[in-house]
Structure formats: structure tokens, C-alpha cells
């Protein structure tokens, strides 16, 4: 069942299957095991960027494109929700548009993109790409009257998600039963369908050839496939998963804005999780997007403590300076590329 269920695509390390488990486990229990709001968030998050790195693993470890426009797509995700729910008011229906909407402009975007600019080899088309995203990301600062400008759009969604509906007044087991609760768990199943969706499309003969592509793509088209076909889908298909978790942001947060899904610095975080957790591994998404998104949230607050603890050593004192704490993010990401090359799932799987 679990195997089916997995494409037949298994962790193959009974470490990284531990450490899977572990990961699936705490994000399905979160409001339970941590239900403060910060550690709600930061696990609503991680689903959010597991979804967000593994259509861009599509791309980048699977069929080998070098694409800087998948915060676009993102960002029409979110946008999508955003701008549907502030004109029609909050409903189901508004976030079912939204999301419609949203997938039709990113499928034809992407589609323009593929078929006028994937003839284009490496470093060109990747440039072509981090135009696009720039020109849209201007776009959307600029069109104050639809998305708001730099303020963003605030909205309210059903009132089964909002914070002020509450299923029980009594906590069960710790949890608050409120619409936050009810938003997390959409966010949760609707991650994991995702993630299982594209695991399948991997380990689909449409995901062979895109790794036939992403080895040698002169072989790939020798034997007969049309190459800028299936870089045009997979393309397309990586862009549509992107906008579904841009709007999974969207309602977890009930607020977008260009700095929230169309900044360059959410692509960089994309480029770091895909390396820390391994490309062309789907399960990299799962692990390195914990591990950076935990880094992030809360290396800040642990060197506090080490500063606090060590302040009758006053240089080590302040090398441990929360002020400094993206200089030992730094440190780590260096260190895991240089005993990791091919990503700590890629080492985890070669050890078997």
C-alpha cells in the first residue's frame, strides 16, 4: 500500500526513512506537539516550500532547466487567491476562482515561456526567465488598483477558516479546535496530494524521459523524443504546482504582497533547499526544506542562548551574536555542499 502509494519510489536508507518518518509525523501533529503560533506557522510554512521546492526539483534536478521565474508563479498563486477573495468577499467560491484563474494565466505563461525561449540553450534561457520574473514582480508593485502596490492585499476567507471560529471552546489534547486549526490541516493534505502527485509524475515514463533529457539531450531527441516537448511540460507542469502552493500561502497567511511570493530572495531559499536537500530527489524537498526553514526560524534564537551563555568569553560571546546568525547560516550551507555534493538525501541513498 505505502509503496503503491509512493510510486514505488522508496527512501532506499533506512536512515532517511526514519528521519522522513519523524519529519511527516511532526508536521501532521503539529497543532498538537507545538501548538504555539509561531511553531504553527513555521510548519505551515514548511508544507508550503515542500510543495514550492519539489515543482522546481522538477525542473532543475529531473529535466535539468535552470529557471529563475518560479516565484512568479508563486506569486499568480497567491496573488490569485488574494485578489479574488478582496472582489468577491470571502467564500469557497472566491478561493476556487482564485485558484482557477491563478492556474490558467501561470499555464499560459509558462507555455509562452517554454515554446519561445526552452530552444534556447543554459545560461541564455535562464536569463530569459529571471527577466520575465522581474518585469512581473514590477508589474505587480506598479498595478496598485488590482494587487495593492507594495501595501499587498489583506482579505478574509470562509468563516470556517477564519481565527474567530471555534469548533469546540475546550482545547482537545492541547490543540485550539479554531478555524487556524481547520487552515493548517487544508494546508497539510493538500501539500501531501500534491507532493504525492508530482512523486508519481517522476516515476511516470513521462519522468524517465525528463531524466533521459537531463543526462544527454542530444540522446534523448537521437532516439526519437521531442525534447522541447517535454520541456515545455515539464515546464508547464512545474509552474502549476508552483501556483497551488502560492495560493496554499495565500490562505494560510490571508495576505499577500510582492515581497511575500515574488521576492528574488524566496528563489534563493528555493536554490539552497534543492541543494541542501538533494536534486532530482523528491524527498530532498522534504528534508531540506525542514532543516531550512528550521535554521531560519530558530538559529536566531538558539545563538542568543549561546551568546547569553557564554558571556564570560567575550569573543566567542560575540561571534555567537544573533546579529550574526546569517553568517553561521552561511557556514552551514557551505559545509553541507562540501560533505553533501549531491544533497544529504543523495548521501543518505548512496550509503543505502
Known amino acids: 500500500m505505502i509503496t503503491r502509494l509512493l510510486s514505488h519510489d522508496l527512501p532506499r536508507s533506512r536512515v532517511l526513512a526514519v528521519i522522513l518518518t519523524v519529519i511527516v509525523l511532526g508536521l501532521a501533529f503539529a497543532p498538537f506537539i507545538f501548538p504555539g503560533a509561531k511553531s504553527l ?4 510554512k514548511i508544507l ?11 525542473l532543475l534536478g529531473y529535466t535539468g532547466i535552470v529557471s529563475f521565474a518560479h516565484t512568479m508563479f508563486f506569486g499568480i498563486g497567491a496573488y490569485g487567491i488574494a485578489i479574488a477573495s478582496t472582489r468577491m468577499g470571502p467564500g469557497w467560491t472566491s478561493l476556487l476562482a482564485g485558484a482557477l484563474g491563478a492556474m490558467l494565466l501561470s499555464l499560459l505563461l509558462s507555455l509562452m515561456i517554454g ?6 540553450r543554459a545560461i541564455f534561457y535562464a536569463m530569459i526567465t529571471l527577466a520575465v520574473a522581474s518585469a512581473f514582480q514590477t508589474l505587480a508593485s506598479q498595478l496598485s488598483e488590482i494587487t495593492g502596490g507594495e501595501d499587498g492585499l489583506n482579505f478574509k476567507l470562509p468563516e470556517v477558516l477564519a481565527p474567530s471560529f471555534h469548533l469546540s471552546d475546550n482545547p482537545f489534547l492541547g490543540a485550539s479546535l479554531d478555524g487556524r486549526f481547520i487552515t493548517y490541516y487544508l494546508v497539510f493534505f493538500s501539500a501531501v496530494v500534491l507532493f504525492l502527485a508530482m512523486l508519481r509524475i517522476v516515476n511516470s515514463p513521462f519522468g524517465r524521459v525528463l531524466q533521459a533529457i537531463r543526462e544527454n539531450d542530444f540522446r534523448a531527441e537521437a532516439i526519437g523524443y521531442r525534447t522541447v516537448v517535454y520541456r515545455t511540460w515539464s515546464n508547464v507542469l512545474a509552474a502549476v504546482f508552483a501556483t ?16 511575500t511570493s515574488l521576492s528574488f530572495e524566496i528563489m534563493i531559499d528555493i536554490l539552497l533547499i534543492v541543494v541542501i536537500g538533494g536534486m532530482g530527489t523528491m524527498y ?11 535554521a531560519q526560524s530558530y538559529l536566531q534564537d538558539l545563538m542568543g542562548m549561546a551568546a547569553n551563555a557564554t558571556q564570560s568569553v567575550p569573543l566567542l560571546s560575540a561571534l ?13 550551507f557551505i559545509l553541507s555542499v562540501y ?5 544529504i538525501v543523495g548521501k543518505l541513498r548512496e550509503r543505502q
Do not use: K
Open 41 to 44: 506557522n513555521v510548519a505551515a
Open 48 to 58: 508550503i516550500f515542500i510543495v514550492l521546492v519539489a515543482s522546481f526539483d522538477l
Open 115 to 120: 515554446l519561445f525561449s526552452l530552444r534556447v
Open 244 to 259: 497551488l502552493a502560492g495560493c496554499l500561502l495565500a490562505i494560510w497567511l490571508r495576505y499577500n504582497g510582492p515581497d
Open 284 to 294: 530532498g524537498a522534504i528534508f531540506g526544506a525542514t532543516v531550512f526553514l528550521l
Open 320 to 332: 555567537l551574536s544573533p546579529d550574526r546568525w546569517l553568517l553561521w547560516l552561511g557556514i552551514l
Open 339 to 343: 560533505f553533501f555534493p549531491t544533497g
